[in-house]
Structure formats: C-alpha cells, structure tokens
C-alpha cells in the first residue's frame, strides 16, 4: 500500500484573517518545519494556539507537526479540533484522513475503526471540494488498503490523475495496482501493457520503470530489466536520488559477467554522489571505550524476512550489562516476526515515515554509539541517513554482501571465507571486520522442518537435484552448469523451485532443452507455503548452489532439511557464502572450484550412495550443533568487533 503525507496548512482555510502576531507564529513554525526543525516549529504553532485557540489554521498545523514526530493520536485529536472549530475546512478533513490511514494499526479492529474514519474523512474533504485531487488520491489508498475495494481503488485513482496529470503517485498507484491484480492472475503480458501504457503518458516516470524492470527480471529477462534500470538512472534528475542507484547496484550483482572492479567502481560512484548531497552530522559523545554500548540496528526486514534469521539469535543473545539495543524499522507491516523483534529490543522506532533528516535526529538523540546497516543496497534501505553520520561507529552487515561505497560507513563485517584477507580490501569503501567462523548465524523461524527421509535415490535408483535458491539468481551460466550435472548422471532430474509465472517457466525450460536437456527431466515447482516447502526434500537428494550469487538463507534451510549443498567458489564477496556455510559445517568437500568442476566433484561425492544417506540423516543435529546456530559464541564475536571499531574511534579523538 502506498500513502503519502502532505503538508496542506489551514491559513487559506481559515474563515477571517488571523491575527498578525499568529500568522506570524504559524509562518515561523513552518519555516522550523521545512528545515526538518519540528519540536521547534510543534512549540510556535502551540504559542499560536495559546493567542488564538479558534485558530482553524493553528491545529492543522500542530497535526501536522504531530504527524512528523510519529504521534498520530495527538495529531488526529488535533485535526478533529480543527473541524469542532471549522466544520467545512476541507485541508482539515483531508490531513484528517491522512493521520487515520498512516496511523498504526496494531490489531485488525483498529486497522478497520481507522480506515473507515480515513474514508469518511477523505469523502467529506471531496463533498467540500471535488475537483481536489490529492482527496481523490487519498480516498484511493485508504480504498486499496481495505483490501476488498480495489476497483473503487483505481476509480479514485484515476480521478486524481484526472484532475492533475502531474500527480505523479496517483499515476503510479493507478498503474501499479492495476499491474499488481494481472500479477496475482499470473497475467505478466497483461501488466507488461499495463505499465507501458503508463510509461507512455508519463515518459521516463521513475517508479514506473523500476517496477517494469522487477516484473521484467521476474520473467528471467535479467539484462532487458537491466537496461531499464539504466535509463531511469541516467535520465534522472540532476538532484541525487538514493533509491534509484540502489535498485541499479542490487541488480548488477546477479550479471555473471561483471566483474568485481566494475562493481565496486558503480559503488563507490553511489558513495560519492550521496555524500555529496548531505552534509555530515557534528556528535558530542562520551569517549570512554569500555562503557556500555548503545547499539542501533536499521532495516526494513524486521518481519517474515530472511533477515529475521539471522538477526533473532543476536538480539536474543546480546549481553545486556554490555550493549543496549535499539531497532530502527523501515516498514509498514507487523507480524510475528515483528512483534518478537520488537520484544527482544530496549528501544523501538518505527521509521517508515519519518524523512532522513528526522531519522538522523532520532538516533542522535538515542545516543546510539554503534548503528548497524542491516539493508546495504537492498529494498527499503537507509543508507542515506548513515551518509549523514548519525552515530560515531557505523557498520553494514548481513542483508547486503558488499560494498555500500560510502566512505562514511567505518566498517563492513564479514568473515575470512567470504572476504579472504589481502584480497577484498580494494572493493571495499569500509574496513572489514571479520568474524572467527562465519558472517551467518542462523535461528529457525516458523515451523520446524521434517524429520529427514530416505535419500530418494535408494528407491528410484536415479539422482534427484534441486535448486531452492530465488529464481532471480538464475542465468545462463547456471543453466550451463545444469546441463552438465544432468549430462553426468543419466536418468537424473532437476526440480527448480520458486517458478511462479509462465514467463519464467518458458525461459528456464528454453535454456534447458537449448543445453541438451529433455523437458521431462525439470520439474519447475511454484513458491509455496513454509510447510510444503519444507515436505519438498523428500523427494530431492541434494541441492545446487547457483552463482555468482550463492545462497545464504536457502543453504541453511537446506542444510536443517537434511540436503547436502554442492555450491561454487567464486571469487568475489556474494559469489562465496556457500564457501563460508559449508565450511563452518565441515563439508568443505561439496565445494567445487569452478562451474565446470561440478560434475566431477558430484561424481567424487555421490560414489557411494550410502554415504550420501548417512549424511542426510546426521545434518540437521550437525547444523543445530554448529557454529552456524551458536547464537551465544556469535554473539559475543559480534561484541567484540562493535567494541573494537568503538575503541578505535576513541582513540582517534
């Protein structure tokens, strides 16, 4: 779903003048406002107020101050104060309307008393004005978010580009959610249209093409999503624009082609322009190095996310009488994932609303010593508000397997697997801190895979393969790879999982059988639910790595299921998280050097069967027993290098 917030003051909703000491206050209290200022600008609209407590104007305002400051019970009590004072101040109902549909939503009964209030307000907003587009856009997302009132949806959506063609979310929303129904239908072609179709009113509209190069990488048609990407960046406006360059460098990592000096050339270009854009944050910090730590952690994957994975067993860890924990998330939703996350922190901010001047203000004012990137240059990232520094010690971990190019980012932590010391330095705008085992540490999240089977091949007497990785990391030289594989063992199938649309299917059987391989020995299975998913090893005996870019999540639900994982080394950071996985575990010997070493080394580990069934039946007990899911040993590494990096930055003041 997607909202907006609007700054639409009351001064040209109010009945009469106000006085002139009031406008004063409200102008100054929107200067305040604009410079990102709003504890200053919240106090002048309130000395407004004191003057003048009819001031329709005065309580808009305050709400919206309100709303920037996350408080959005005060901010609807504002704007319904507003309304006791000025029934027909449409920019009242319309700011309304929007603090009850950006408002939390813990349960299911608030989330549907807020909405209908949002819809009630936005519908009076337009009784009053209807030819106001931004009400029509409003109406639309609180329509959309019901969830069962898409069509009325579009329809207000529609008006809203109607009556402003330059409207560019109403646009967007109307495109996406129309693209977004043909997706769930499977209907790729359909949203194809529907999205040129947009592009072709509103040329070169940005979201509009990142969202067609998404639906063109999910059709398997990488470079052509690629290119898209490009041209939105190179069109761009003069003015920097973070999440465009983010989805280009997350993208280029799955080209099997780029090498690691281009890759980290187009980082640190990203570094470059966003540390130009904003200037660093001045910090008064208390320089004792041994004291307690205030540790912040910023993502936007504190939810059913992969990420979860790995991050529950440090929060859960985490030496308290050491480090005090704060999560920072960038994300509308809550679930399970969230609300455990959200239990296991000291502090909790929601920040999915918030702009990067108010997020940097947020942790200055925590305190925080140590703030922890979580994102990189995946969706939903803050990087950002680390180009403003708002914390003495800053580092990036986990969600992203490289470089952000930015020199204002101390420290990225790895380990001596993935980053092998001498050679990942140079692609590298950080120092690398590395872990003693390895940069994963994962927890099981949700319901706990099966008991492992019989190896299948026992009872079909062929080979079964699988890949559970997401169908993005596919190209041709994994299908290359493949081919091999099943050349090397005759009768042998290949189940890939996660093909949801018919376009993806095509192109993965077109490769396949371009390579020499029969339709009927790939199963292309579609995404499921975790139970399935799980149920799914009895049916494969081992499980295929793809490259350059290696699994991380799927290698250890793999390894928990009881699969053996044969990947590849490669040579750059992404391309080696199986190098670092199946080392810690000791299956160092399920790791060829290159592509075209796989058969041999599978032909090598597949000599004996049996041996190949006694450790399907030991990797689960051996996975739980590993470093890999010590969350205590890797929390205390962890620890130890936030202590370091924060020692370090004591000792150079």
């Not at 793809?546 to 991380?552: D, E, R």
Request: charged share 25%; glycine share 6%.
């Amino acid at each position: 779903m997607k909202t907006w917030f609007s700054r639409l003051t009351g001064k040209a909703a109010a009945p009469a003048a106000e006085p002139d000491t009031v406008s004063m206050l409200i102008a100054q209290g929107q200067q305040r406002e604009d410079l990102g200022e709003v504890t200053e600008a919240l106090a002048l609209y309130q000395q407004a107020l004191a003057l003048a407590p009819q001031s329709v104007s005065g309580f808009i305002n305050q709400g919206n101050a309100l709303q920037l400051s996350n408080d959005y019970t005060a901010a609807i009590a504002s704007y319904r104060q507003a309304l006791v004072n000025e029934p027909g101040s449409f920019a009242a109902w319309l700011n309304l309307g929007n603090a009850l549909l950006n408002a939390p939503k813990p349960d299911q009964a608030t989330r549907k008393a807020l909405l209908t209030e949002a819809e009630a307000a936005y519908r009076a907003a337009l009784r009053l004005r209807p030819d106001w587009a931004e009400a029509s856009f409003g109406l639309g997302c609180v329509l959309e978010e019901d969830g069962d009132l898409v069509e009325e949806a579009c329809a207000a959506y529609r008006r809203a580009s109607e009556l402003d063609p330059a409207h560019d979310k109403a646009v967007f929303n109307l495109a996406d959610l129309e693209a977004a129904q043909l997706l769930d239908r499977k209907e790729l072609g359909a949203a194809r249209r529907v999205l040129r179709d947009g592009l072709a009113r509103h040329p070169g509209h940005h979201r509009l093409l990142i969202r067609l190069s998404d639906l063109e990488r999910d059709c398997g048609q990488l470079r052509t999503g690629l290119k898209l990407l490009r041209e939105v960046v190179d069109n761009s406006p003069t003015t920097f624009n973070s999440a465009l360059h983010t989805v280009l460098l997350f993208a280029l990592n799955f080209l099997p082609e780029i090498t690691a000096e281009e890759l980290f050339a187009a980082h640190r270009r990203f570094g470059g322009l966003a540390e130009q854009a904003v200037q660093p944050l001045r910090l008064e910090v208390d320089l004792d190095p041994d004291r307690r730590l205030r540790v912040g952690y910023v993502s936007p994957d504190f939810r059913q996310h992969p990420v979860a994975n790995f991050i529950m067993p440090v929060l859960r860890h985490h030496d308290r009488s050491q480090v005090e924990v704060f999560c920072y998330h960038n994300h509308d939703g809550d679930d399970e994932a969230t609300r455990t996350i959200r239990g296991l922190s000291d502090g909790w901010r929601d920040i999915a609303k918030l702009g990067d001047e108010m997020v940097a203000k947020q942790i200055v004012e925590d305190g925080i010593d140590v703030l922890v990137d979580l994102a990189g240059h995946t969706s939903g990232n803050r990087l950002m508000v680390f180009a403003k520094r708002p914390a003495p010690v800053q580092i990036t971990w986990l969600g992203y397997l490289g470089t952000t190019g930015l020199s204002r980012m101390d420290y990225r932590v790895c380990d001596a697997y993935t980053d092998p010391p001498g050679e990942s330095e140079v692609f590298h705008s950080e120092q690398l801190l590395r872990l003693p085992d390895s940069q994963w540490c994962y927890e099981q999240v949700g319901p706990a895979p099966l008991p492992p089977t019989p190896l299948p091949y026992l009872t079909h007497g062929v080979w079964t393969f699988a890949s559970y990785n997401n169908p993005l990391k596919l190209n041709e030289k994994v299908f290359a790879m493949w081919a091999a594989v099943l050349k090397a063992f005759p009768g042998s199938r290949l189940r890939v999982f996660g093909i949801d649309n018919h376009e993806m299917e095509t192109w993965v059987r077109s490769q396949c059988t371009g390579l020499g391989i029969t339709s009927d020995r790939l199963i292309c299975v579609p995404r499921t639910h975790v139970e399935a998913y799980y149920a799914s090893a009895a049916d494969v005996d081992l499980a295929l790595d793809c490259f350059p870019y290696s699994g991380g999540t799927t290698t250890c639900d793999n390894l928990l299921m009881g699969l053996p994982v044969a990947s590849v080394a490669g040579t750059r950071t992404i391309a080696r998280s199986g190098v670092s996985l199946l080392n810690v575990m000791g299956l160092q010997d399920w790791l060829a050097a290159s592509p075209q070493a796989m058969p041999d080394l599978l032909r090598r580990q597949l000599a004996e069967p049996g041996h190949v069934a006694a450790l399907r039946a030991e990797l689960p007990s051996r996975m739980r027993a590993s470093a890999l899911m010590d969350g205590r040993r890797f929390t205390k590494n962890l620890e130890m290098l936030y202590r370091e990096g924060w020692r370090r930055w004591c000792a150079s003041k």
